[in-house]
């Protein structure tokens, strides 16, 4: 089986010259729910931005869904079929409601507004987020945000879920519906989080990012 993702030898250096990826190799398989931890500014959230080619590594070589990812016209692709939620959810809600929001990819993947009107339902549906179809998406609590920006990605459709810090804001109860959420999905996904309780009820393994370098951690 090949992997979806495969991370190959890389360097990143920040612009004041802080080297903090070192020769990351890593590889996503169908299925996996792997958790990315590491001491804060180690780079976790960095590398989930090279994967989707937001940031540029100094060197080493990013495959993704079967091909190897170079250029921006490359990367295209790869953020529909590897949604990225942001562990700052304003970075990823502009528009005026929760719908539209969640409206925004599909309807500029080219799909009809019926199909968007499915998807927008169905997602919020499985969030459980209905209630707040309507509501203007900057007086969410930051809870309810991180919520969204979650169903924004998931509307997509994506193949992979790359989640940074995805339990920030939430209440005890909520982050157990997540857990219930993300443990039914078929996505793949890589998640940062500081949140070991989380971590160990949904993640299949672990890596740690220390000294630029990923280490596999015992089950």
Not at 3 to 13: C, D, E, P, V
Not at 160 to 175: I, Y
């Amino acid at each position: 089986m090949s992997a979806l993702i495969t991370l190959r030898g890389l360097h990143f250096s920040y612009a004041s010259g802080l080297e903090v990826l070192n020769g990351v190799d890593f590889e996503l398989y169908a299925g996996e729910r792997v958790a990315l931890t590491g001491s804060n500014g180690a780079g976790k959230s960095t590398l989930l931005r090279l994967i989707n080619g937001l940031e540029t590594p100094r060197s080493g070589e990013v495959y993704a869904f079967g091909a190897i990812r170079k250029k921006e016209k490359d990367f295209r692709e790869v953020r529909v079929r590897a949604g990225l939620v942001f562990q700052d959810p304003d970075d990823q809600l502009f528009c005026p409601t929760v719908a539209e929001d969640l409206a925004f990819g599909p309807l500029n993947l080219g799909k009809s507004r019926e199909e968007v009107t499915n998807i927008v339902g169905r997602t919020l549906e499985l969030l459980r987020l209905e209630h707040l179809s309507e509501r203007i998406t900057h007086k969410l609590s930051g809870g309810q945000k991180r919520l969204v920006a979650l169903a924004t990605v998931m509307a997509l459709e994506p193949e992979v879920l790359l989640l940074d810090e995805p339990t920030n804001d939430l209440d005890r109860e909520t982050k157990q519906h997540l857990i219930s959420i993300l443990t039914d999905l078929p996505q793949a996904m890589i998640i940062v989080s500081h949140n070991h309780h989380f971590l160990n009820k949904v993640a299949t393994r672990q890596v740690e990012l220390s000294d630029g370098r990923l280490f596999e951690q015992a089950a």
